[in-house]
């Protein structure tokens, strides 16, 4: 008989991804909502150390779903929760935000520099200005959001025992740091490989608007070490979109893009070490993006249905190069001033 505990609330239970076997060896951890790992262990640990308390206002800026997170703990808390957001946030998003008890506020154009991230973080200091009792949970710099991931790294190691690759979406840098940092203490040649997307500043390119949500930044977060990765991959929008539903269609598994991305890295890398085991990080579910990515129409409008999947990434020998549907680089768990330094 299994004995079933019941969890404290329902954050605790959301945040338990699923670790499910795709292949021989490739592994989907599925989570239906990731950002909830960091965003309950802030939270937590600030109303424990006193840094919250009964009238303090939460504020963060996003655009996607460390918000909804963050949402959802407050609501737990019972604390007032303030989101400094921009256009990208869609409808049902913000419907949901507000439903908790949120307030969203929109900025209306980019900064000059840093595009909509920066102007997010101008109204940001504006917002904690306006109330000096406030918590900001500061994902991109705060070392508690990488350390949450202790919490993937060993039901990882519970579940699979040793694991050999890691592949994940990078945006602020605290998942797969986090996790494969966890997992290098157990077994030290776990290949991390990251997943990126073209005009994202965090691997060496310059900023540009981006149609893939919830990877890549504008903006260089601290939790990024880049000496983590083994290895980097770039993808394009239409292939994270087709991977989408090729994850759909193959394993039932109803993701957002994101995750169809590293679904795509994993399953070549795993097919090209077939004695490893690899686990790729799928951070989202697919309800967001019933009316785009699950659409037909709008994947064929938008052009995204053509070229169809490549079956391997294009190697480049300069981060730099980075183009096409899908590329990768061997970043050799080197800093960025490294990389940097060998291309010129």
């Not at 797969?176 to 060496?204: E, I, K, N, Q, W």
């Not at 893939?212 to 000496?227: A, E, K, T, V, Y």
Request: glycine share 8%; charged share 20%; aromatic share 6%.
């Amino acid at each position: 008989m299994t004995i079933v505990v019941p969890f404290p609330e329902v954050t605790a239970a959301e945040e338990i991804p699923k670790v499910i076997r795709l292949s021989h060896n490739l592994y989907a951890l599925s989570f239906s909502l990731m950002k909830l790992i960091p965003a309950r262990y802030i939270l937590r640990r600030a109303v424990a150390d006193g840094r919250i308390g009964a009238d303090t206002v939460i504020v963060e800026t996003t655009s996607g779903t460390f918000g909804l997170a963050l949402a959802m703990q407050a609501a737990q808390l019972r604390r007032r929760l303030v989101l400094v957001s921009d256009p990208a946030i869609d409808d049902r998003l913000h419907r949901r935000l507000t439903d908790l008890g949120a307030v969203v506020e929109r900025v209306r154009g980019e900064a000059a520099v840093g595009g909509y991230q920066q102007a997010r973080l101008d109204r940001l200091a504006e917002v904690q200005a306006e109330r000096p009792d406030h918590f900001c949970p500061q994902q991109y710099s705060n070392t508690d959001n990488p350390r949450s991931y202790a919490l993937v790294a060993e039901i990882l190691a519970e579940a699979l025992g040793q694991v050999d690759c890691v592949v994940g979406p990078v945006g602020s840098g605290g998942s797969m740091c986090g996790t494969v940092a966890f997992l290098r203490s157990l077994t030290p040649d776990c290949v991390a490989v990251g997943v990126d997307t073209h005009h994202s500043v965090l691997f060496g390119h310059p900023d540009g608007h981006r149609g893939l949500r919830g990877l890549g930044n504008s903006l260089m977060p601290q939790n990024l070490d880049h000496r983590t990765f083994d290895s980097v991959h770039w993808c394009s929008d239409s292939l994270a979109y087709q991977a989408t539903r090729l994850l759909h269609r193959r394993h039932s598994l109803f993701k957002g893009p994101t995750s169809g991305a590293a679904y795509q890295v994993a399953r070549w890398w795993a097919a090209a070490n077939p004695d490893a085991v690899t686990v790729a990080m799928l951070p989202d579910d697919g309800s967001r993006y019933q009316d785009t990515v699950y659409d037909d129409g709008w994947l064929r409008d938008g052009g995204h249905l053509r070229p169809p999947l490549p079956d391997e990434p294009r190697p480049v020998s300069d981060a730099g190069d980075a183009s096409g549907q899908w590329t990768s680089f061997a970043w050799e768990r080197r800093t960025l001033d490294d990389v940097r330094a060998v291309a010129r």
